[in-house]
């Protein structure tokens, strides 16, 4: 008898069974889990097809660190509280009858506050944007709070950094927050020069593989300043030199927000949440939530998602919000990846008359998150929904605006990962003024867009339809 081949072969069956019982325990492990059945289905493909990539996809992406406890539940709804407290009372505040479905859900789920009496200022563009902030920063006086998905070593990046530095030197309170994959690709002594500038700095979830390689998954993909708990900004633009570029080719189309007045106090609680899970030391002295005028007329609820609570807030929020519209809703997004609840509820709307307007870029940064979008327009194109590819740069814009009345701007992309996984903020803006300004500018990107019909994108290379179709099998997992 050879021995040698004879082990190898028992070495071989000894693999097999235990790689078997990996993929079968990981399947079932799966399935108890109780997730969403399409997102279990679209796991379990994965491992049945692609076993061995699979496996290692599902290490990194797929566990859910729910059960982790990133951070408890009631210490969560303590801070979301306890800063606000003082900050609730507003007796004059007079809510639209025709959103207060809305405002009382965020209310009751997110503990969203609306807060009237503010400013806004609407940048379409990072070179307007980004020198709002720089005077903005430069006026600090006691504190600056600022995270951000990326934060680039460019000359955006810089700069920003440069004038916080010079503001700590200062005496001013500066702390930052920054994305640890977000920015992985940044070297560390662009951090560290900010520290040694006495800067509090911290990477939000940091990764250190292989221990916590689950954490890869839950990203904070918000962007927030808030500056001497007076003035905010939110939006979907990130600190980096491709918002700047204005050629056609590399053209970065987004949205972002100057908030002065009240609702600057969900920012700032926003942010100290965060500041808390990466720092562990909970703020909520009132210093940081000083009592504010009136500086403005919009109504406006900083929401916020995560996938640590139980409910989906921003996407139960847009479905609401979508449902009741009367007359039209206009979306911006450059990921379309929806949940079930969004497409219908876009359906329903289209078929039950309203004018809903869907716009996407036409070049996209990835190439399969756009294949599996793709494959999601011939369901909202039947229904009568108008679809629109912007083609003049990339459209990073995530925004919607509907009835000359509500809308939204934030962070949180129509797809699975940031309604499921990424921790997200949005500013819901309850003023005319403020939605027809956004829908102006809908209307005016749309000048730069294509418009594609039923008969036209069902006339796609069958070899792109089924390509956009493997990939949608994936959707939940991009």
């Known amino acids: 008898m050879n021995w040698h081949v004879f082990f190898n072969q028992v070495a071989g069956v000894t693999f097999d069974i235990l790689y078997l019982g990996i993929i079968i325990g990981t399947i079932i492990v799966i399935v108890l889990d109780n997730r969403n059945p399409v997102k279990t289905l679209a796991w379990i493909l994965v491992l049945t097809f692609i076993p061995v990539a699979g496996i290692v996809l599902y290490i990194f992406f797929g566990r859910s660190s729910r059960r982790e406890r990133i951070i408890g539940r009631k210490t969560y709804n303590r801070l979301i509280k306890k800063p606000m407290v003082e900050y609730l009372a507003q007796d004059t505040t007079q809510l639209p009858a025709a959103y207060s479905r809305l405002i009382t859900f965020f209310y009751n789920t997110n ?20 020198q709002s902030l720089l005077d903005a920063l430069e006026r600090a006086e006691k504190h600056i709070h600022i995270e951000f998905y990326i934060f680039e070593k460019d000359e955006v990046g810089m700069r920003v950094r440069d004038v916080l530095m010079q503001k700590a030197r200062q005496g001013v309170e500066v702390r930052v927050v920054y994305d640890d994959v977000g920015c992985w690709k940044v070297p560390s002594d662009f951090f560290d020069e900010m520290r040694a500038a006495g800067i509090e700095v911290h990477g939000f979830l940091k990764v250190r593989f292989p221990l916590f390689t689950s954490r890869v998954n839950y990203r904070n993909h918000r962007k927030i300043v808030v500056i001497d708990g007076r003035i905010g900004f939110v939006g979907g633009m990130n600190l980096a030199e491709r918002y700047m570029a204005h050629s056609p080719e590399a053209y970065w189309r987004d949205t972002h927000l100057l908030v002065e007045g009240k609702a600057v106090h969900g920012l700032q609680t926003t942010f100290l949440l965060d500041w808390y899970l990466v720092d ?21 609820q900083v929401v916020t998602g995560d996938p640590i609570g139980q409910w989906k807030e921003i996407m139960q929020g847009m479905v609401i919000a979508i449902s009741s519209a009367r007359k039209y809703v206009y979306l911006q997004t450059p990921y379309f990846l929806p949940t079930e609840q969004i497409l219908l509820a876009m359906q329903s709307a289209a078929l039950a008359g309203v004018d809903v307007r869907l716009m996407l870029p036409l070049r996209a940064d990835n190439r399969l998150t756009h294949f599996a979008s793709c494959s999601y327009l011939s369901d909202v194109l039947r229904a009568g929904v108008k679809v629109y590819f912007y083609r003049k740069g990339f459209l990073h814009a995530k925004m919607m605006v509907s009835d000359d009345a509500l809308s939204t701007v934030g962070s949180t992309n129509i797809d699975f990962r940031s309604f499921e996984h990424n921790f997200e903020v949005n500013a819901f803006i309850y003023d005319t003024s403020i939605a027809l300004k956004l829908r102006d500018i809908y209307l005016n990107d749309q000048r730069d867009c294509i418009r594609i019909s039923l008969k036209e994108w069902s006339k796609r290379p069958i070899r792109r339809k089924a390509a956009e179709s493997v990939v949608r099998l994936m959707a939940p997992l991009l």
């Open 111 to 130: 503990q969203a506050f609306p807060f009237d009496g503010n400013r806004i200022e609407v940048y379409t563009d990072g070179t307007s944007m980004l």
């Open 280 to 300: 562990s030391t909970l703020i909520s002295d009132s210093r940081y939530f000083p009592r504010l005028e009136v500086y403005g007329s919009s109504l406006m």
